[in-house]
């Protein structure tokens, strides 16, 4: 036989040999079925990590930025003086710099009194540091003393913000001080705070005294219309890099997404998850097939004596992999939805369901599949007619 009907005619015994026995295909769709789900929540996990981790960073407006060298992540800065962002002024393409304070908290719950960690924001109001909707409409309130705005996607401990303040019941305490919450914004938590608040750069002096606001914790650059951002980095770098990195837009939200990629553990406990899942899954598919072939090995040797190639016995093994990755796959999938949608919920982070992601995750499981169908493929050295009916 030529051509596509060998490959044909594999597949097909392939699938009445699989659905002989349902028990056991069962229990090899369930194992794809429990790789599939355990990577794309190791994925989810890993990927809302990253976005999470970036949501500070992608509402920051400004051109450049300076961050202490040693400096590992915005949630856990280190602290530098604020001459060194105010020598930048000396660049003529340099139109205005503004510092940005930044530290945890304690918030207390104006229901349960319960304090709770998040990450405090503190700048000029006169400066747009972070984008927020109606900014303008809070701009003189932020200037007054002990007030604040409240980050609308924290979490749900820190109690019902929005009804609170429409209901009157605006005041509450951080770092023990009494502060009046006179509006929301939208920023989301991450794995490092489950919340944040944004003030005015002397209310953040109120709330932690012990901080000079000579240190400060971000420096935002902003240029003159047309300048060359790539030139005025070089030219921050020259003049005042030795102790400040100098990061584009887009080199912030790499910075911040790196830390948890290769500095904090979780990106590796992530990664390592993933690894485990597929190897697990392919053991399951491994011993499924190789269990299959060794209870049909007569059958297969007459095949053999029938003029059939080993090529041929192949396939069907191969043919075996690609159904089983396909079966365990679509409930996975539609598993794996729910269980996104679950977390979501739980952890009020962004779990996104991308066709890219399920093709990667298909791509995983088929190569895990076919790996465990290579692996079993040895046992069809022991069908040889010869020594099956001599």
């Known amino acids: 036989m030529t051509g596509l009907r060998p490959v044909f005619f594999a597949a097909r015994l392939a699938w009445r040999q699989l659905v002989y026995d349902r028990p056991k295909l069962l229990a090899a769709t369930l194992g794809v079925l429990f790789a599939c789900v355990l990577v794309f929540m190791q994925l989810g996990f890993r990927d809302s990590l990253y976005t999470s981790a970036a949501s500070a960073p992608l509402k920051m ?10 400096t590992e992540a915005l949630w856990r800065p280190v602290s530098y003086e604020r001459s060194t962002l105010m ?12 510092p940005l304070y930044m530290s945890l908290g304690q918030f207390k719950n104006m229901d349960t009194h319960v304090q709770r960690t998040l990450m405090i924001y503190g700048y000029d109001p006169n400066a747009e540091l972070i984008r927020i909707d109606q900014f303008e409409s809070f701009r003189a309130e932020l200037q007054r003393q002990d007030t604040a705005l409240f980050d609308v996607n924290s979490r749900p401990e820190f109690g019902p913000i929005q009804e609170l303040i429409a209901s009157g019941r605006d005041v509450t305490e951080i770092n023990g001080r009494k502060v009046k919450l006179i509006g929301t ?7 490092a705070a489950d919340g944040n608040v944004v003030m005015s750069d002397l209310n953040f002096h109120r709330i932690f005294p012990s901080r000079s606001l000579d240190q400060i914790d971000l420096g935002f650059i902003m ?21 400040v990195r ?7 939200v790499r910075f911040e997404q790196g830390y948890w990629e290769n500095s904090a553990p979780l990106g590796f406990i992530f990664g390592f998850g993933t690894l485990m899942g597929l190897i697990v899954g392919m053991v399951i598919v491994y011993q499924i097939l190789f269990t299959d072939i060794g209870n049909n090995i007569p059958q297969y040797a007459t095949l053999v004596a029938m003029g059939y190639s080993q090529s041929y ?4 093994v191969f043919a075996s992999s690609v159904y089983l990755a396909v079966l365990g796959f679509l409930p996975g999938v539609a598993l794996s939805m729910v269980f996104y949608r679950v977390a979501e919920r739980s952890i009020f982070i ?8 399920i093709a990667v995750v298909f791509f995983f499981i088929l190569t895990m599949c076919a790996f465990a169908g290579l692996l079993a493929i040895r046992k069809l050295k022991s069908t040889d007619p010869a020594d099956m009916f001599s």
């Not at 240029?223 to 102790?243: C, F, K, M, N, S």
């Open 61 to 70: 407006q400004g051109q450049l930025f300076l961050l202490h060298k040693q």
């Open 87 to 98: 020598r930048a002024l000396g660049l003529p393409e340099v139109r205005r710099v503004v």
């Open 185 to 191: 914004f939208s920023m989301g938590t991450t794995f």
């Open 223 to 243: 240029l003159t219309p047309g300048a060359d951002i790539v030139a005025a980095q070089a030219a921050l770098l020259r003049l005042i890099g030795q102790e």
């Open 246 to 252: 100098v990061l584009t837009y887009d080199e912030l």
């Open 313 to 316: 016995l192949r396939n069907i």
């Open 350 to 357: 962004p779990f996104p369901m991308g066709l890219d992601r």
